[in-house]
């Protein structure tokens, strides 16, 4: 069954760091774009950062220079490191990929409805 598992949230002070992780279950020889979102109490499911079929990345303007996406391949596992956090991070975080059946995924996807596989979530609380 294709399915998305986030893991690694939790709570830390503002400043700290966690490292969120999501394996990927996606039966697909082809390489999808992969992206990461958060959606707090109340607000919008918002873009995060995205990695692509050729490895490329981007971020969204509020966590630039503070989170990296990374992709392992050899692990099927898409992680989010994020540092320097701050209590607007606060939100739950969601993993999604974008999988083509003949063809590999290029070009980074800020919009949610540009995914067709996601995860149930991970919440990640920043306290001050």
């Known amino acids: 069954q294709e399915r998305l598992v986030e893991s690694g949230g939790g709570s830390v002070q503002a400043g700290g760091s966690l490292k969120l992780s999501c394996v990927v279950s996606i039966s697909t020889n082809n390489g999808p774009c992969m992206g990461w979102f958060r959606q707090a109490p109340g607000k919008e499911r918002e873009w995060v950062a995205a990695?692509?079929?050729?490895?490329?990345?981007a971020y969204a303007d509020s966590v630039k220079g503070r989170f990296t996406i990374s992709n392992d391949n050899a692990k099927n596992t898409l992680s989010l490191q994020m540092n320097s956090l701050k209590p607007e991070d606060t939100a739950t975080y969601y993993c999604?990929?974008?999988?083509?059946?003949?063809?590999?995924?290029?070009?980074?996807?800020?919009?949610?409805?540009?995914?067709?596989?996601w995860g149930q979530g991970t919440q990640v609380t920043v306290s001050s």
């Open positions: 999604a990929a974008k999988v083509f059946s003949t063809i590999m995924c290029a070009g980074i996807r800020d919009r949610a409805g540009d995914y067709n596989y």
């Open positions: 990695i692509d079929g050729n490895e490329r990345t």
